[in-house]
């Protein structure tokens, strides 16, 4: 089910970065962002505009991981996973995690509601186990905590 | 004109501490409604380091430091120390050790055995604003350099200060940036890796964030020298708050000609752009990196030629970390004497660390080289948590090794850990306690690295996904001795001929826990046992009866009904039902459920 | 904002600045003024005002803290002067156009002006 989408603002944010191959990462970047994926449709698009081979626009949109290729829920939830999240008890937060949602990292559920993600460390350590829900933190989780944050989103 | 106030308000907002931002809002309105905004001004600042406690609020000129503050805290706060001059007791830091109340910033024992030459102005200055920076004398380094000395003298100072790169690997900086003047080029280019993706590790973050224009003031000093005009800062995007300072800072900066066309009027002219990484650790290896600026995938190419050689666009590069930067201008302004006065023989200078894990203080610390792995974890981080005991500390990232307690008295250099199977690494200190297994805790870091195989070349790649296999089926129980001669087997492959750093160093890990903790391995092949109890297929759940009240809470939650008891007697665990979630632990307030 | 031409006009700009960040510095001069609800009726606020602008004017060092009532509220505005660890000495009744002579006698020239002083010590 691809969405219908709407070309002209990729065309728009391609022509303020130019063409210069330099560019390509920060215009996947914000492609990325005001789509919230990055579509068949719009590589392709790009593919043309860079002058370069589609190949080689998707190895490099599947390279990193801040780059994705197919649509997402439409609430991102970044656990983190880190070791020192790792060493103070996130893995039984993101088992409790994975049990309320019935889906494993890296999935989507099947309302499209949510998609777990990994996020790199992102220095709060002190306040772990994180995550990141859309663009809220949530620092200091217990296994316990997950059924009533979820429900804010829901 | 600079406004003077008669107290300044000092709230960390660095991206560590998410409610600072509400304190701030609640502050100022507080201000207004006491008609005090043209007495005290609010100063927004970067990390302090001391996370643990935060948010963290310091008042001038007395310099009270309250911890964990909350905005409801704010009216009282303005009350009693605004206007009353009287401390809230509440709210200020109480030493575990001592269990005393501390009222100053600088008195509390988390800081004081350290030593701050390049934190120095992190949690005292607004980095929002160049004039705070230039108050505390940044940018006068950049004219010595340009005014009173050649860019061979320069080269010369940071070699005789003894100054080593602080992104891991330590290789002499004077050195690398001779090499780079040296080598022949068209055009040359200056890079600054603030790629940090050492999960625990946010020094780089917290300097950006804290003092950029320490950074952008060393990679100018650094262009001067080895006679560049162009630099890149490249910043990983997790990092959003850090990004932003930095494009202030150079906006400021470029506004008063510290960097751009003729600096402070002189003939030199220097460039900065920042780049935003998107996302892969392999990116912090320098050829990945430059690989990513030119807008490829990250991928690392073998080295030779270096950077220094052929680096950006294939043209000479120097690329230093983002705590290597923030060194530069501190050593030309002190001198060379001064800088290599601190520190051991080979190690001069200071370390600055990410204390994460079960530590007490977790935090930022920067502490003289040389200094003992006893201090840092006891006296700074105030040791482990509940009573634990210490038993061992990952430092250098996932591509590092461990200390455990017989380094406690190992002074901190880079020679003197590798000696140990550690790493000095870019600073991430991962504190971990008796109740961790140290083959999960291995088998966890080399996931980490596998994962971030970029899959070019096959020892790294393959040879990291056997190991893991090997680890997985030990932590299962299905582990033979003979398994141990093969991941040392595995090991000596991938470091032999892997093509970069990260497939090369991806077993320290496991080779450094196997070093020290042999005997867990064993313990987890021979008898089928995980000492620290935590390697599910090895544990087995019991209720201890002395401990159990009855009160019926485990059996209750029980997923799966493998609890029985009455009321008020201890209950027992079904062992062929057990599915050994844990539950029952997680919910016992008596503490009754062990593992054997 | 200008630019700065020079290594001269880098260190004109940092003098400026520097006074900016002092509150933060401790320094060997402490004022107290009083800053209870008698205090303020009294005239408090104008008082630390004016001892603000006139160590600013005179380029003195010197940390100005506010305290809550002490007590000796007909005295107010009251204003103590501590200078490098020695015994503070209270001033009363001090209004806006005593703040210049009281900088200069007792900061600049060191002596105290013995018929203001309301307590020692
Ligand atoms: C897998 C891998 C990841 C790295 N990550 C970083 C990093 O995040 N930050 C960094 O400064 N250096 C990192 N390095 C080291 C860089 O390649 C390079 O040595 C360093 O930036 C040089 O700077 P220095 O001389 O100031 O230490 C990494 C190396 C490897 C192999
Ligand atoms: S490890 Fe989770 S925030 Fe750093």
Redesign the pocket.
Same mark, same amino acid.
């Given at each position: 089910m691809e969405r219908k989408i709407n070309l002209e603002k990729a065309n728009e944010i391609m022509k303020k970065h130019g063409n210069n191959p330099e560019k390509l990462i920060e215009v996947l970047s914000e492609l990325n962002s005001e789509y919230g994926y990055l579509p068949k449709k719009v590589l392709k698009q790009v593919s043309k505009f860079f002058d370069l081979p589609l190949s080689r626009i998707y190895g490099t949109s599947s390279f990193y991981t801040m780059l994705v290729t197919e649509p997402l829920g439409e609430n991102i939830i970044r656990f =983190?996973?880190?070791?020192?999240?790792?060493v103070v008890g996130?893995p039984e937060v993101l088992e409790s995690l994975e049990k309320e949602l019935g889906i494993k990292i890296g999935e989507t559920t099947k309302d499209k509601k949510f998609t777990i993600l990994t996020?790199s =460390?992102?220095?709060?350590?002190g306040?772990?186990?994180?995550m990141i829900i859309n663009n809220d933190v949530y620092g200091n989780l217990k296994p316990e905590d997950i059924p009533r944050i979820l429900a804010n989103y829901k | 004109m600079h406004r003077i106030y008669r107290s300044h308000i000092l709230i960390c907002t660095g991206s560590g501490c998410p409610g600072a931002p509400i304190i701030v809002e609640a502050l100022k309105e507080e201000l207004i409604k006491r008609e005090l905004e043209n007495e005290v001004r609010i100063v927004q600042i970067g990390c302090p380091g001391f996370c643990s406690q935060g948010p963290l609020m310091i008042i001038y000129p007395e310099g009270i430091l309250y911890c964990e503050v909350s905005p409801d805290d704010v009216p009282e706060i303005v009350e009693e120390t605004i206007i009353k001059g009287r401390t809230v007791e509440r709210l200020l830091y109480e030493d575990p050790i001592a269990a005393q109340l501390v009222t100053h910033y600088s008195e509390i024992p988390f800081y004081k055995k350290q030593k701050r030459v390049i934190l120095k102005n992190c949690g005292l200055i607004d980095p929002e604003n160049i004039d705070e920076y230039i108050a505390e004398g940044g940018y006068e380094a950049l004219g010595k350099a340009l005014f009173e000395m050649s860019p061979e003298n320069v080269i010369e100072e940071i070699k005789k200060s003894g100054l080593r790169g602080r992104g891991g690997a330590g290789f002499p900086t004077g050195l690398k940036w001779e090499f780079t003047k040296n080598a022949r080029g068209e055009k040359k280019y200056i890079i600054c890796n603030g790629d940090e993706g050492d999960?625990?590790a946010?020094m780089d973050r917290s300097i950006l964030e804290a003092d950029p224009h320490s950074v952008i003031e060393g990679m100018v000093i650094a262009g001067y020298a080895i006679g560049v005009n162009e630099g890149f800062i490249y910043c990983r995007a997790e990092y959003a708050l850090a990004i932003r300072h930095l494009k202030i800072a150079i906006s400021q900066a470029m506004d008063y000609g510290l960097i751009g066309e003729n600096i402070l009027g002189s003939d030199f002219s220097f460039r900065i752009t920042i780049k935003e990484g998107a996302g892969a650790f392999v990116c912090g290896e320098e050829t990945a990196l430059m690989a990513s600026i030119e807008g490829r995938r990250g991928e690392p190419r073998t080295r030779p030629p270096y950077p220094a050689v052929k680096g950006l666009w294939g043209m000479p590069t120097n690329i230093n970390n983002v705590k290597t930067y923030a060194n530069v201008p501190r050593i030309i302004l002190n001198g060379w004497e001064w800088f290599s006065s601190i520190g051991t023989e080979t190690s001069k200078g200071t370390m600055v660390f990410a204390l994460?894990g079960q530590i007490n203080n977790i935090g930022l610390i920067e502490v003289p080289m040389g200094i003992t792995l006893g201090e840092i974890i006891y006296d700074i981080g105030g040791g482990i948590p509940r009573g634990k005991k210490f038993k061992a500390v990952q430092t250098g990232g996932p591509l590092g090794g461990c200390l455990s307690t017989e380094s406690l008295n190992t002074p901190i250099d880079y020679e003197s850990l590798k000696e140990t199977g550690a790493v000095m690494g870019s600073g991430g200190m991962i504190v971990v306690d008796e109740d961790t297994c140290m083959v999960e805790f291995a088998e966890y870091f080399l996931k980490f690295s596998t994962d971030e195989s970029c899959g070019k070349c096959v020892p790294c790649r393959v040879g990291g996904k056997k190991m893991l296999e090997i680890l997985n089926n030990i932590t299962e129980g299905k582990g033979k001795l003979e398994d141990l001669d093969e991941i040392e087997n595995l090991a000596k492959f991938m470091e032999q001929a892997s093509l970069c750093a990260l497939g090369q160093l991806t077993p320290g890990p496991v080779m450094s826990t196997l070093k020290l903790f042999r005997d867990e391995y064993v313990a987890h092949i021979v008898d089928k046992r995980c000492p620290a109890g935590q390697c599910i297929s090895l544990i087995t759940f019991y209720i201890d009866e002395e401990k159990c009240k009855g009160c019926g809470l485990c059996l209750k939650n029980c997923p799966v009904n493998a609890i029985s008891g009455e009321k008020k007697k201890p209950h027992k665990i079904d062992i062929e039902l057990c599915t050994k979630c844990g539950t029952c632990r997680d919910v016992c307030k008596f503490d009754a459920v062990y593992t054997k | 904002m200008p630019k700065i031409k020079s290594l001269e006009e880098l260190r004109k700009l940092r003098e400026e600045t520097i006074k900016s960040m002092r509150v933060r510095k401790s320094t060997s001069t402490k004022i107290t003024v009083g800053m209870g609800t008698c205090g303020i009726a009294a005239g408090a606020r104008e008082v630390m005002h004016a001892i603000l602008d006139e160590l600013e004017k005179r380029k003195i060092d010197a940390n100005v803290i506010t305290v809550g009532c002490i007590g000796l509220c007909a005295e107010e505005p009251l204003v103590t002067i501590e200078r490098g660890g020695q015994p503070g000495i209270t001033y009363g009744k001090i209004n806006v156009e005593k703040v210049p002579k009281l900088i200069e006698e007792h900061l600049i020239k060191g002596d105290i002006i013995d018929e203001w002083v309301i307590s020692r010590g």
């Open positions: =983190c996973e880190n070791a020192p999240c790792h996130a996020t =460390c992102i220095g709060i350590c306040v772990g186990p994180v | 999960p625990g946010f994460t | -």
